[in-house]
């Protein structure tokens, strides 16, 4: 419950993320500035690479995000 908490303050959070991780799906994960796990729909192509996205909703272990731009 503590962490769901803490991630709830990134609801609405926009900025650059590191996709960095091939996520279960056909999802992508990447990292923000504060090396927090955000899953994402992207291309498996952006893999290594720069995306602004936002944060759209919040699970105890990482939050979900959409992609604004750079896929």
């Known amino acids: ?18 996709i960095d991780e091939v996520g279960r799906r056909g999802k992508m994960v990447g990292r923000n500035f504060a090396y927090r796990p955000i899953v ?6 952006s893999l290594g690479k720069f995306v602004e996205a936002e944060v759209v909703d919040v699970e105890k272990n990482y939050l979900l995000g959409r992609v604004l731009s750079g896929c």
């Not at 419950?1 to 590191?18: D, T």
């Not at 994402?40 to 192509?45: H, N």
């Open 1 to 18: 419950r503590i962490q769901l908490e803490s991630n709830e303050h990134w609801l609405g959070w926009v900025g650059e993320v590191l």
């Open 40 to 45: 994402l729909d992207a291309p498996r192509e």
